[in-house]
Each structure stands twice: as structure tokens, then as C-alpha cells.
T-cell receptor, first 118, second 113 residues
Framework: NAGVMQNPRHLVRRRGQEARLRCSPM?????VYWYRQLPEEGLKFMVY????????ESGMPKERFSAEFPKEGPSILRIQQVVRGDSAAYFC????????????????FGQGTRLTVV | QQQVKQSPQSLIVQKGGISIINCAYE??????FPWYQQFPGKGPALLIA?????SEKKEGRFTISFNKSAKQFSLHIMDSQPGDSATYFC????????????FGTGTRLLVSP
């Protein structure tokens, strides 16, 4: 059972371009979370999605950022018109259920996509 | 109030020693406190977690101590090994129905041989 798969692992974009980050959750997982990790900081929650639904996007910047988790295919985090401040590691996590986490149902993280804006 | 404060920022421990990392929180609605281990270039991996109804949880060489009244919790790594060298994050979440984690800023642990 493969873990959470994120691609690309590294992404370089020029200012003003668009960045698309993909996340394939673990098999059987229908809950996806995106976090951002700035250099020397902890991870910060961005958005929580279930299949075809955004449940909580309280951590998403109001502009330029969007996320989706379609019925088929990976979850996508999209950043339009990237700026240098968007440079960070973006992590996706998935879980098999919602509610209080317990052993076996906790969220598992992917290896992240490191976005560099030049 | 949503913050989790973590210290120290970095830690060097000799092999066989005890590594101790501390976290503090303000929001009393937090009811789940996990610790994550992250190696360079990898995603965080759940190490151990505790709920506020217990004061201590031990799994192998890893122990969480929890002080509800002080709103503090800590990770102890006994008999630290070079393979434990990694960045450790504490986190907290509320029972919102999904796992929205608030992370500390991380502690970079180096265990010297």
C-alpha cells in the first residue's frame, strides 16, 4: 500500500507563473489536508477536503490559492501568479476517516513539494 | 491563542542520553497532542500522541508527559541514538471532527555518537 504521493517533489516557478501541486492520498483515504511549511517554521494548516468538497479552507490565503479534490484523480493545490513569498514546502496528508484520530486512522503525510519562486 | 510554543529550537544530546523537548499551548479546547518526527527531505511521521485525560504515555523509548493545569506537554527520548537525529514537531488539535493540526515551530535534534 503506497503512502501519500506528492508530485512534483521540487518545483521552480518564475514570479507570475502558476504552480500546480498534486497529491494522491493513500488507498482507501478520502480525506485530504494541505499544509505549508515556511523555512525554519512549523507546518501551517491550509485546507481540508473530502471528495469533491472543500470542508475547511480557513488557512488558505484569500487570493491566488485554490484547492480541489475531484471524484477521480489527485487533489490539486493551485497557486496563481506566484510571488517569492510563496516559496515553501507544501505537504499533503490523508486519513481514512474524520473525527477524533486514533491509532490506524491518523493522518499520514506525503514527502512534500518544495516550491521555489525565482 | 491558536499557537503551540515549542522549545528548544535545537538540541544536541550524546548517544545514550535523554532528549527532552517542551511545548506549551493556550487554547484549552485542544484535546489531542501528537508528536511528529521529520527527517530531511521527508514528510512528518507520527511518533506518539496523547489525550489530556492521561498524564503520561510511553511507547518504547519515547514518552509524552502531559500537564493539563500548566497547559504543557513534553517529549522524552530515552537512550537517544544517532538515528533519532531529526526535527521534532509537537502539535495540537481540537475535536472539530477532522484533524486540523496546529504545529509548534520544531526542534532540531542531533544525537552525537
Amino acid at each position: 500500500n503506497a503512502g501519500v504521493m506528492q508530485n512534483p517533489r521540487h518545483l521552480v516557478r518564475r514570479r507570475g507563473q502558476e504552480a500546480r501541486l498534486r497529491c494522491s492520498p493513500m488507498k482507501g483515504h478520502s480525506h485530504v489536508y494541505w499544509y505549508r511549511q515556511l523555512p525554519e517554521e512549523g507546518l501551517k494548516f491550509m485546507v481540508y477536503l473530502q471528495k469533491e468538497n472543500i470542508i475547511d479552507e480557513s488557512g488558505m490565503p484569500k487570493e491566488r490559492f485554490s484547492a480541489e479534490f475531484p471524484k477521480e484523480g489527485p487533489s490539486i493545490l493551485r497557486i496563481q501568479q506566484v510571488v517569492r513569498g510563496d516559496s515553501a514546502a507544501y505537504f499533503c496528508a490523508s486519513s481514512s476517516r474524520t473525527g477524533r484520530p486514533r491509532r490506524g486512522t491518523e493522518a499520514f503525510f506525503g514527502q512534500g513539494t518544495r516550491l521555489t519562486v525565482v | 491563542q491558536q499557537q503551540v510554543k515549542q522549545s528548544p529550537q535545537s538540541l544536541i544530546v550524546q548517544k545514550g542520553g535523554i532528549s527532552i523537548i517542551n511545548c506549551a499551548y493556550e487554547n484549552t479546547a485542544f484535546d489531542y497532542f501528537p508528536w511528529y518526527q521529520q527527517f530531511p527531505g521527508k514528510g512528518p511521521a507520527l511518533l506518539i500522541a496523547i489525550r489530556p485525560d492521561v498524564s503520561e504515555k510511553k511507547e518504547g523509548r519515547f514518552t509524552i508527559s502531559f500537564n493539563k493545569s500548566a497547559k504543557q506537554f513534553s517529549l522524552h527520548i530515552m537512550d537517544s541514538q544517532p538515528g533519532d537525529s531529526a526535527t521534532y514537531f509537537c502539535a495540537a488539535s481540537m475535536n472539530t471532527g477532522f484533524q486540523k493540526l496546529v504545529f509548534g515551530t520544531g526542534t532540531r535534534l542531533l544525537v552525537s555518537p
